[in-house]
C-alpha cells in the first residue's frame, strides 16, 4: 500500500533571498551553481509529486520591517537583520515564482521567524490532522532550519526523510558532514530521485 497520503513535502525557505538570482546570500555559498541544482531537483519533486494524494507544505521564513522579532546581536539571525533579508511583503522575502504553477498542490503555512518550521506555525497541527507521518525535507539550509526541523520532527515521533538533492549548505563539505554524519541519527537521507523511484507515485486520477 502506498504510504504518500501520509507523507508531507516540507518546502523550507525557497525564497528569492535564498534561491533568487539576485540574492545577496549567493555571494556566501560555495560554488553558488549549486543553488539553481537544488531549485532544479525541488521543483521536479514536487512535480513527480502533483496529482498524489502527497501533501506539499511551504514554510517561508519572514520578519516585519526592521526585524523586530529578531533580539540577537550575533549569529546568523542578527546577519539577516543587518542584511534586510527575509521582510514580509519585499521581493526577497517572497516565494520563489516557479511555486505559482502548483499553487493549487501548495499549502504555505505562515508564522515562522526562525530555524525550526514547528515553531510559531500551524504545522504540527496540520499534519496530525491528515495523519502525515513521514516527512520529506527539501529547501535551505541544512546546517541550520533543515537540521533543527528534522531533530524536532524526529522528537515528535515523525519519521524524517532529508532530500540531499533538494538542501544546501554554504559548502559541499558541510553538506556532506550533515548528510553522512549527523542525520543519520535521526533522520534517512537520499536523493529525490531514489525516494520517487522507491515509493512510484501513483496520482490520484491512476
Known sequence: MSQLKNT?????????????????????????????????????????????????????????????????????????????????????GQTISEFEQFSDQITTLPGRTGFNTFVDTTLNEFLTSRSIRHLLLAGASTAVCIDSTARSGYELGYDIIVLDDCTISRTPAEQDMYCSNIFPIYASVTSSGQWLNDHAPVTRNA
Open 8 to 92: 508531507a513535502l516540507l518546502l523550507i525557505g525557497m525564497q528569492n533571498d535564498h534561491f533568487g538570482t539576485e540574492s545577496i546570500l549567493r555571494g556566501s555559498i560555495e560554488q553558488p551553481e549549486r543553488i539553481d541544482e537544488v531549485k532544479d531537483n525541488t521543483l521536479a519533486m514536487i512535480h513527480a509529486l502533483q496529482g498524489t494524494d502527497a501533501s506539499i507544505i511551504n514554510l517561508p521564513i519572514l520578519f516585519r520591517e526592521g526585524h523586530p522579532e529578531i533580539t540577537q546581536e550575533v549569529g546568523i539571525l542578527a546577519a539577516i537583520k543587518q542584511n534586510g533579508l527575509f521582510v514580509e511583503g519585499s521581493n526577497g
